[in-house]
Nanobody, 119 residues
């Protein structure tokens, strides 16, 4: 069983930046960020693998968000730049054995962190 604890997030104006962090209680192969806006389904944001540090991004955040992980500390971060109002959502940290874009592939989830971008 792996526990995930998120930190960061908050309120920022459009064009601003925020950073999310996720601390895992154990090592996992893949870690990812998903987000869910009110009335919408949970959607993939970005993922990072353990071995080579390979990454995947949703098209909507490419070039603006950067995912990274520190394997020695079992932590993951999401740097979010040029934020838009449509980025407003609860962001969830996830971990599992496969680096995929579907949330069903991930076994462990954090409690969620609110990100609000004002226009």
């Amino acid at each position: 069983q792996v526990q995930l604890v998120e930190s960061g997030g908050g309120l920022v104006q459009a064009g601003g930046s925020l950073r999310l962090s996720c601390a895992a209680s154990g090592r996992t192969v893949a870690m990812a960020w998903f987000r869910q806006a009110p009335g919408k389904e949970r959607e993939f944001v970005a993922a990072v693998g353990w071995i080579r540090g390979s990454t995947k991004y949703a098209d909507s955040v490419k070039g603006r968000f950067t995912i990274s992980r520190d394997n020695a500390k079992n932590t993951m971060s999401l740097r979010m730049n040029s934020l838009k109002p449509e980025d407003t959502a609860v962001y969830y940290c996830a971990a599992g054995n496969l680096m995929r874009v579907d949330h069903e592939a991930y076994d462990y989830w954090g409690q969620g962190a609110q990100v609000t971008v004002s226009s």
